[in-house]
């Protein structure tokens, strides 16, 4: 019935702006369109029972220095059943605490800026994950594509995998099983995103 950790979260993911290079002086500065984003993940029940969970309320950047950031609300999850949306927000996330799961990384911004209109890079990084009082490093495979002067695209390759164990979440996935007369939850979730970001003024000169 439920079970996941995004970020995601979300970041997320996952998360997220991941692509970490060694952060150098850029010129233009990025803001997340998080109406043109999205960031989703995917949890199994009983070994075989897949359900997919989204997570609407994203907000991030890539500054001119390097630095990029997602940040995901947690309130925010959507499962298709509200008592399911509920539970996880009070069962599992804590929001009451922890309102969101936050990504964080280097940028090589020389990169970005000296992406032409069309252009992708593949990049095969880490990005810094803080989920439920926790910060972790997740690997991920990312594309980065120049879609237009204005606008840039980064996806997932493939899911990222984040494990409940690490960020303290194994407790709330069993309360969540219990709960819902589920025989199991998986503890290790996929998490996939796909992010525009929008230059800030004349951010991509």
């Known amino acids: 019935m439920k079970r996941f950790v995004p970020t995601l979260a979300l970041a997320s993911a996952l998360l997220a702006p991941l692509w970490a290079l060694p952060a ?15 960031l989703s993940v995917v949890s199994i029940k009983n070994n ?14 890539i500054g001119a220095d390097g630095e990029a950031t997602l ?3 947690l309130d ?12 996880m927000r009070e069962m ?45 490093r997740v690997p991920a495979t990312l594309h980065v594509t120049r879609l237009d002067d204005a606008r840039l695209f980064v996806t997932s390759e493939q899911p990222v995998l984040v494990d409940a164990g690490s960020f303290a979440l194994v407790e709330g996935i069993d309360a969540l099983r219990k709960v819902a007369g589920l025989q199991a939850i998986g503890s290790m979730v996929p998490v996939s995103f796909a992010l525009t970001f929008v230059a800030d003024g004349d951010g991509t000169e």
């Open 76 to 87: 925010s999850v959507q499962t298709g059943i509200g008592i399911r949306d509920k539970r």
């Open 71 to 73: 940040s995901i609300g």
């Open 24 to 38: 150098s002086a850029g010129t233009g500065s990025w803001t997340l369109d998080a109406d043109a984003s999205s």
């Open 92 to 136: 599992l996330f804590e929001t009451g605490r922890f309102a969101s799961a936050t990504v964080t990384l280097a940028v090589d911004a020389d990169m970005v800026d000296g992406l032409a209109a069309g252009e992708q890079r593949k990049l095969d990084t880490e990005a810094a994950l803080d989920l439920h009082g926790a910060s972790k």
């Open 48 to 61: 075989s029972i897949a359900e997919v969970h989204r997570f609407p309320d994203l907000s991030g950047s």
